[in-house]
């Protein structure tokens, strides 16, 4: 399968890659990392990594592109960490004359010429590096660093599953091609003075269900308070992660539409049901939703905590 990839990429003088809603260090390394990969050694190609980005980089990590119609239509759209078409943040990619996928998610929609999932991997740009890496031998130091970020995002500095040899290997293999721990995490983990009045009133104010659910609820007013909107506020929900007896946390954040976005995390349960129950999806211990309306939130719980019931 790997070999039909690059074999695929052989056949476009065009490339154009893309990513999710929303789009997280792991998305911007995806594309940033191909994307670099593959100008290093197909100069003559025309290639573009498309979508709104990742601000929490080092400043000298390459940023976004931006194309017209005509461009994408002509080329080939490789769509990069994501499940099912209905999350593509850049809806023109489906105009490309043809489509690959490279993702790490559950199974949700086959699409693409050449269709790669590997839901054993912690990352897509943990598949991309291996691949790049075994294919041309390296990748240079531009890919090397947005690859080690998406890998770094998405394990949550190798703590989430699944964690295994060939993660802690391809780290490595990336650090040799010039990336570096130090630049990354000085960027990711620089706390804002805001980011911890947020947690101070998230810890205090984190509600139980006697079923071991620890959740936040967060309206648009309060998050406007603290400076956030809900999408950068969903990014906290780790902030009430293992807390004893609890097997789930869960964080409903309000936009200024009303749209609630609804971020699902364990440490073994499994949230992904759940979270396609709601018309979502993710990780088997990773997932997220949307409700049209915050007084919804209950639902959620009640049925997570129906979920549980059934399981002990």
């Known amino acids: 399968m790997n070999e039909d990839f690059f074999k695929l990429i ?6 154009t890659i893309f990513g999710h809603i929303y789009p997280d260090g792991d998305c911007y390394g995806s594309e940033i990392g191909l994307r670099e990969t593959l100008r290093h050694f197909y100069p003559n190609k025309k290639i573009y990594a ?9 400043k000298d990590f ?5 194309v017209d119609d005509e461009t994408i239509k002509n080329s080939l759209a490789i769509i990069v960490d994501l499940a099912g078409l209905d999350r593509l943040e850049d809806k023109r990619a489906t105009t490309a004359l043809a489509l690959a996928k490279v993702d790490h998610h559950i199974f949700q929609q086959a699409f693409g010429v050449v269709d ?7 990352s ?11 294919h ?3 990748v240079p130091k531009s890919a090397a660093g947005p690859l080690l970020l998406g890998l770094i995002t998405d394990s949550g500095r190798f703590l989430y599953q699944p964690i295994d040899s060939k993660t802690l ?12 721990f130090k630049e990354i995490y000085d960027v ?33 007013e309060k998050l406007a308070e603290f400076g956030y909107d809900s999408n950068s506020a969903a990014g906290f929900v780790n902030s009430i992660a293992s807390i004893e007896g609890m097997k789930v946390w869960v964080f409903f954040t309000e936009g200024q539409d009303g749209i609630v976005r609804v971020e699902l995390r364990s440490s073994g349960f499994p949230v992904q049901p759940i979270a396609v129950h709601f018309g979502g999806g993710g990780h088997l211990c990773a997932s997220g939703c949307r409700l049209d309306k915050l007084e919804k939130y209950q639902e959620v719980i009640d049925y997570i905590a129906q979920e549980i019931e059934k399981g002990e």
């Open 10 to 15: 052989e056949q476009y003088d065009t490339i």
């Open 50 to 58: 498309l979508g709104s980005g990742f601000k929490r980089r080092p």
């Open 62 to 66: 390459p940023g976004m592109d931006e």
């Open 116 to 122: 790669i999932v590997k839901e054993d991997y912690v």
């Open 124 to 134: 897509a740009t943990l598949i991309l590096a291996e691949m790049l890496i075994d």
């Open 136 to 138: 041309f031998g390296y």
């Open 169 to 180: 290997i391809t780290a490595a293999k990336l650090a040799e091609c010039g990336a570096s």
């Open 188 to 220: 990711l983990y620089l706390v804002e003075e805001k980011s911890l009045r947020f947690k101070g009133y998230i810890f205090l104010n984190y509600l139980k269900h006697p079923s071991g659910i620890a959740y936040m609820v967060l309206s648009k």
